[in-house]
């Protein structure tokens, strides 16, 4: 299929991305009004400027949404905090559907606060994120599967965003994994997608999508060794998709693998969030297509265009009819 045909075909898809739901903010500060506190004498940080989006698998969602899904909905938690609140308004700026979130009494809203210097445009002070240690509470968990069951039948891709890099607090709790392995073996023709960080060896019956980086880590901890047909086959994934970045995307099935190359970007602007927006133009074309390499291809050349663009960039289908002009059908 054309690329063309590809996106005349996402409208019909609809998507729910399920695990961690973050809040991103990107605070701007001014290096001349960063004097330190009269009070303690420890410098400060003056920002000027905060803008928000949707991060993690909010970002998943927000490009799902960019490329004409029919309805993207998140299902995650969130607290009772300040930066629930100001999540909320992000998804709900962007159409996305936040119906299905989980809201925790005294819980903090995972949270990733990227400190910028207003003169050179850079990201130069430690990050200020907000995680959670603790697991997440037994109620919480529950309301997660029960929303993850009823849900299910009104989607047609199910993408997984377990971010999540501390043992507990991460939505994608053992039991919400079972229930999203028992929901893949159970619903053949949905497409479910699963990116995680640390613990993509325990996924089954998916499409597993890890990055270099994390599918040799799985291997190493499973075998010793990197051979990435073994994780696939231990995982029992029919396709597993393994992005190289520049390099582009190994697809691994049972009949052999294959590289997606992607479009060459000489000096890509921002490659933050490339992973989240592969995700969501390969989901859906995987849902369109049924192909894992064309599925590849589509979100390689989504891929292209969000590296162009300071922060978690979305691409557009008119970008992506510009650009796939050199590269025929996916």
């Known amino acids: 299929m054309t690329t063309a045909e590809i996106l005349t075909a996402i409208p019909k898809v609809a998507a729910l991305v399920v695990g961690d739901i973050c809040l991103d903010r990107w605070c701007t500060y001014d290096p001349a009004a960063s004097d330190p506190s009269r009070e303690t004498g420890i410098p400060r940080v003056g920002v000027i400027s905060t803008e928000i989006s949707p991060g993690a698998g909010g970002t998943v969602a927000t490009n799902l949404t960019a490329l004409g899904a029919s309805h993207v909905a998140v299902l995650g938690v969130r607290g009772d905090d300040g930066f629930g609140f100001e999540l909320d308004r992000s998804l709900a700026e962007r159409g996305i559907d936040s119906e299905l979130m989980v809201k925790i009494k005294g819980w903090h809203t995972f949270t990733y606060t990227k400190v910028i210097n207003s003169a050179t445009g850079i990201e130069d002070k430690p990050r200020l994120d907000f995680i959670s240690t603790r697991p997440l509470p037994a109620q919480a968990e529950e309301q997660v599967l029960h929303h993850l069951r009823s849900a299910i039948a009104a989607y047609d891709a199910i993408l997984v965003a377990d971010q999540a890099e501390t043992n507990a607090g991460g939505v994608v709790t053992p039991a919400v994994r079972s229930l999203i392995i028992e929901l893949a073996t159970k619903y053949l023709e949905k497409v479910f997608l699963v990116d995680s960080r640390l613990r993509a ?28 047909q073994r994780l696939r086959r231990h995982v029992e994934a029919d396709v597993m998709m393994v992005t190289h970045g520049s390099r582009g995307v190994l697809v691994l099935e049972e009949s052999g693998e294959r590289w997606s190359n992607p ?54 289908p008119a970008e992506l009819l510009v650009v796939s002009q050199d590269q025929g059908s996916v």
């Not at 890509?268 to 599925?295: E, I, K, M, N, Q």
């Open 201 to 228: 060896e325990l996924f089954r019956k998916v499409t597993l999508k890890p990055n270099q980086q994390e599918a040799e880590a799985a291997c190493r901890k499973l075998f010793g060794a990197v051979d990435y």
């Open 263 to 316: 479009r060459p970007i000489a000096s890509p602007v921002d490659t933050c969030g490339a992973g989240d927006s592969f995700s969501a133009g390969a989901a859906l074309a995987l849902a369109v297509t049924r192909s894992p390499l064309a599925a590849a291809h589509f979100g390689n050349l989504v891929a292209s265009i969000t590296i162009m663009k300071k922060g978690t960039g979305t691409a557009s």
